[in-house]
């Protein structure tokens, strides 16, 4: 036993070291008055260049960094003038005019000026990263761009390549890759002709309400309050975002008030903290939708008596209220709630008989249907609950499990059966999912038009496809909200596809944070500058 | 290394030390390249493809084919393999897939995190194990030894993830004794570039140096809860293994013939048995600070710690494979630098093996 004191004495050793660290931690609970701590997942953050953002991370900050041309008002989720005061379109209906305010600055103190919004949109062109397809629709491409982007005194001279709706341009320059940044800025960090994209993955130059001060990957960004915002200064002077991904982790830090903002949360966590007097949970809705696709190489799913049976056979509500436990919404047309002519009623619901009744009048025997899931909690737990409701129905269902990427391969090869899938917003316009899910122009295994849902399941939507692409180039907006009701609700009632649920967001707050935006389904980049605490 | 011993007496010195240095270069060598072979054939066939994972849904087959002919994946595999190798050896990890930036910087970034938090746990993981060990074996049956066994058994046999979180649960949220995850709290997070020059990249040191001593407190509070968890996983395995060791010691002639000679016990433990207890115990705590440094991970994802552990991971989950290789290569260095480093160690301690 004489080694004892010194076992004692490594021991209180230890101990004073913990305590010696463990003392001051604890008097610092609280997060600084003049910043919002942001708890999220950040490592899908490939760039913070507004040509090259593209992942929900990475658009949160540039909407925070950048304006462009026309900005989606985080509140009303509506269009409203951004950096241009106004626009026209000539009786042509290819030539855009924007008149550009005056008196805006960068945050390099630059004025805004119209040649910085030419530059900006053809810099997305020429730079072509992943988001520059959203300006291609317009028929701009790097060649002919210089051409039919140009500036002079304060007006932006946009030539577009057909008539389409103004409503359609408009939409897409809400999107984060039409952002406008600082010319000379920018050029001044050209590395071998990069237009400064190596520079803006971790600097901004933009006329947000924050600039950039810093981004570490998989760590966090600091976003810094700059004054004389043109929409009225930040209210909170620093916006820290840190890479929490994990959600318990989130959960504890919201209720010690370490954090924040968590919105990595899962709805077991939600759940955990209802009660909570010191938390909020703020819900609203995001882009994504969820649903199912029939590939129609297996004749099976044309017949229409038989799609309609699996309409009638899935319990929406149920779901929605039980598994997801709040991730989403029952929503059954392909345009999510908030788009110009969404659909939000729901006429399907769970009604086995008449699945069944239905299912005889379509004249198929004992249908299988083999059905591709991703390995994700969620997901699993969906397709067991159609496997389920499908089997009173008297419909077969084979689970196949795989992991995403493999699946998404096997769908745009067309080698799938039916598969259970999301599909996200690309801008917000209703385009971005009338063209996916209702045109396919070409339907021939040779012409691999991968980008179309409606080919991937070898559907052939017939007239709707005309009625899709003429929904984009009508001009009066009234006439194209109905022209895109009329194209969802064909769709909905004879499409190889079942829309079921949109996503829900929930997202942990202290009870202190008012007026934190995430921007809803449409705008895709959550708002800061309007939050208190 | 010990069979070098046998090298003949009459070996001049310096052509003795040419040999030795010889044979542990070419050892490493290949260890090395068939780490780097079997992590690149393993990186290839895992069923994810790296172009799917940066390139939206919306890209065409044509987009695809020019992001896969750019990445060099339509070489034939022993060509990407050979430029790979040559460049691994000209220090080129190459660039992450997803970031586009150098492998090494960021590894350089990610791997310093990891290395302070396993090396504080290791410390930890011996101050107590072997303390613990020593107590056991001294009165093995005992109701301390019970003790000692059941605590160690604990650590054996409990998923890590549940102490962790169950460890922030306690001594962060209901006591707050600790700090949160992370390396800081959010206000010294955000000064830290200001006021700290990363020299080390290790926070602990990085703050000292500064003379920020509010930081380096903030961060020892957050480092002290993981750091403790992965020292308690090692201290399961080096108590465990000293109680044994030294069990064995305490059995042989020259401890009976010390006691008998009137030796305090305290010497006979501490300095006669110790002695022979650290030969094989340098391993143990060797192997187990290895397993620290690449098997950090679930902790690294609970307390929000920027690791290597969990950048091998999350590129994992996106095909990173530049970064995954980079991280393995990095791992597998560092598991060789601390075998031969207990190599030496093991000579210096047991004269046999000089």
């Known amino acids: 036993m004489t080694f004892l004191p010194f076992a004692r004495k490594a021991g209180a050793a230890t101990l004073a070291a913990l305590l010696l660290g463990a003392a001051p931690g604890a008097l610092l609970a609280a997060t600084p008055a003049d910043t919002l701590v942001i708890a999220a997942a950040i490592d899908d953050i490939v760039s913070l260049d507004p040509a090259e953002a593209y992942e929900f991370s990475g658009l949160d900050v540039v909407n925070n960094t950048y304006d462009s041309l026309v900005e989606m008002d985080p509140v009303t989720l509506t269009p409203i003038p951004g950096l241009a005061e106004s626009w026209t379109v000539a009786d042509d209906g290819v030539t855009y005019s924007f008149k550009m305010k005056a008196g805006l600055t960068f945050s390099s103190g630059n004025p805004v000026r119209a040649e910085d919004a030419a530059y900006s949109l053809k810099r997305a062109i020429k730079l072509n990263k992943t988001p520059a397809f959203i300006l291609n629709q317009f028929g701009w491409t790097a060649d002919n761009v210089d051409s039919m982007i140009t500036a002079k005194d304060d007006t932006l001279t946009l030539v577009v390549s057909k008539p389409f709706a103004p409503t359609f341009l408009y939409n897409c320059l809400t999107a984060g890759v039409a952002n406008i940044v600082d010319e000379v800025t920018v050029s001044a960090h050209d590395v071998g002709g990069d237009m400064g994209n190596e520079w803006l993955k971790n600097n901004s130059a933009g006329t947000g309400a924050y600039t950039l001060k810093s981004y570490k990957p998989n760590e966090g960004v600091i976003l810094e309050m700059r004054p004389g915002y043109w929409r009225g200064d930040a209210k909170i002077k620093n916006i820290f975002i840190q890479h929490i991904p994990e959600a318990a982790t989130e959960r504890l830090q919201l209720e010690k008030g370490d954090i924040d903002v968590a919105r990595a949360l899962t709805p077991t966590d939600i759940a955990g903290l209802t009660g909570n007097k010191d938390v909020a949970i703020q819900q609203d809705v995001g882009g994504q939708v969820y649903y199912l696709a029939f590939n129609q190489k297996n004749e099976n799913y044309k017949n229409a008596k038989f799609l309609d049976a699996m309409r009638w056979a899935i319990d929406y509500q149920g779901m929605a209220d039980t598994i997801m436990k709040g991730a989403v919404i029952p929503h059954q047309s392909f345009l999510p709630q908030g788009y110009l002519g969404a659909l939000d009623d729901l006429p399907y619901k769970l009604d086995i008989e008449k699945a069944k009744a239905l299912l005889a009048e379509s004249g198929i025997k004992d249908p299988k249907v083999s059905l591709s899931v991703r390995n994700a909690a969620d997901r699993m737990d969906v397709a067991q609950s159609i496997q389920n409701t499908f089997g009173q129905a008297g419909i077969t269902v084979e689970l196949k499990v795989g992991e995403g990427a493999e699946q998404l391969k096997d769908y745009r090869a067309r080698l799938h059966d039916a598969t259970l899938q999301t599909w996200g917003p690309d801008y917000p316009d209703p385009n971005t999912n009338s063209s996916t899910f209702a045109e396919n122009p070409d339907n021939s295994d040779a012409a691999k038009a991968t980008g179309y849902l409606a080919w991937r399941n070898a559907y052939d939507p017939g007239a709707m496809t005309a009625a899709s692409q003429a929904a984009v180039m009508e001009r009066d907006p009234d006439k194209r909200k109905a022209m895109y009701e009329e194209i969802e609700k064909t769709h909905r009632d004879t499409s190889p596809f079942i829309l079921m649920f949109q996503q829900a967001r929930n997202t942990g707050l202290r009870t202190t944070v008012k007026d934190f935006y995430t921007g809803g389904a449409v705008d895709l980049g959550a708002s800061y500058w309007l939050a208190t605490k | ?354």
Do not use: C
Not at chain 2, 204 to 226: K, V
Not at chain 2, 250 to 269: D, F, S, W
């Open chain 2, 1 to 354: 290394m010990a069979e070098l011993s046998d090298t003949p007496a009459h070996t001049p010195a310096a052509l003795r030390f040419l040999k030795q240095t010889a044979n542990t270069l070419l050892s490493l060598l290949i260890t090395f390249t068939g780490l780097l072979a079997v992590t690149f054939v393993i990186a290839r066939i895992v069923p994810i493809d790296p172009v799917m994972s940066i390139i939206g849904e919306r890209a065409t087959d044509v987009q695809i084919a020019a992001v896969r002919a750019k990445l060099g994946l339509d070489d034939p595999l022993w060509q990407q393999f050979a430029i790979y190798v040559n460049d691994v050896f000209h220090g080129d990890l190459g660039l992450s897939i997803r970031t586009r930036d150098p492998v090494l910087s960021e590894i350089g970034r990610y791997f310093p995190a990891t290395l302070e938090l396993s090396t504080l746990g290791i410390l930890i993981g011996i101050l107590i194990g072997i303390p613990a060990g020593v107590l056991g074996a001294t009165k093995p049956g005992s109701f301390r030894d019970q003790i000692v066994r059941l605590i160690g058994l604990m650590g054996y046999s409990m998923p890590v993830f549940w102490l962790g979180l169950m460890g922030l649960l306690l001594f962060y949220g209901h006591l707050g004794w600790v700090g949160g995850p992370g390396r800081l709290d959010s206000v010294y997070d955000m000064m830290y570039d200001m006021k700290v020059t990363p020299i080390t990249h290790m926070i602990l040191i990085d703050t000292a140096l500064a003379g920020e001593w509010d930081m380096f407190r903030n961060a020892l509070s957050h480092i002290i809860l993981p750091a403790s968890i992965l020292g308690y996983l090692s201290m399961a395995y080096i108590s465990r293994m000293t109680r044994s060791f030294m069990m064995n010691e305490l059995g042989q002639e020259y401890i009976t013939t010390a006691r008998v000679k009137g030796m305090p016990e305290r010497r006979v433990i501490w300095v006669h048995a110790m002695r022979n207890v650290a030969v094989p115990l340098i391993t143990v705590i060797a192997l187990s600070y290895a397993n620290l440094l690449e098997g950090a991970v679930l902790t690294e994802t609970i307390f929000a710690w920027p690791g290597l552990g969990r950048y091998i991971t999350d590129a994992l989950l996106v095909a990173d494979m530049p970064a995954v290789l980079g991280g393995t290569i990095v791992v597998g260095a560092v598991y060789i630098g601390i075998n031969m480093f207990s190599d030496f160690l093991y000579r210096l301690a047991d004269p046999r093996a000089k």
